[in-house]
């Protein structure tokens, strides 16, 4: 990436990133007033908005090489299973631990 496409690259990713906070909230405060079979729904889309924020946080770190960019990841190599619904990405565990070294 040329520092053009960079700047642009991170400019979206902060922009994704505001909007997947905000969403996150939203989805908040619709959990508080739901039940059941819904209230499941809902936590599941929690679930997964959590890990797109944490993989678009961590690719924004990527592009400013504060983390490193596996192949495996580029690739699809390695993927976990589809039917994951019960549980997070086991690979968010590791992309949220290499965030938290960087930022510190």
């Not at 499941?40 to 990527?62: G, Q, T």
């Not at 596996?70 to 549980?87: I, N, T």
Request: aromatic share 6%; with cysteine; charged share 30%.
């Amino acid at each position: 990436m040329n520092f053009n496409e960079r700047t642009e690259f991170l400019l979206a990713m902060v922009e994704a990133s505001n909007t997947i906070a905000s969403v996150q909230a939203a989805l908040q405060r619709a959990q508080r007033q739901c039940h059941g079979e819904i209230y499941d729904h809902v936590e599941l889309m929690s679930r997964r908005l959590y890990e797109l924020r944490i993989k678009s946080d961590w690719l924004r770190y990527a592009a400013l090489e504060k983390v490193e960019l596996p192949l495996q990841y580029a690739d699809g190599e390695g993927r976990q299973g589809v039917d994951r619904r019960l549980s997070l990405d086991r690979r968010i565990i590791s992309l949220r631990k290499q965030l938290l070294e960087a930022s510190a």
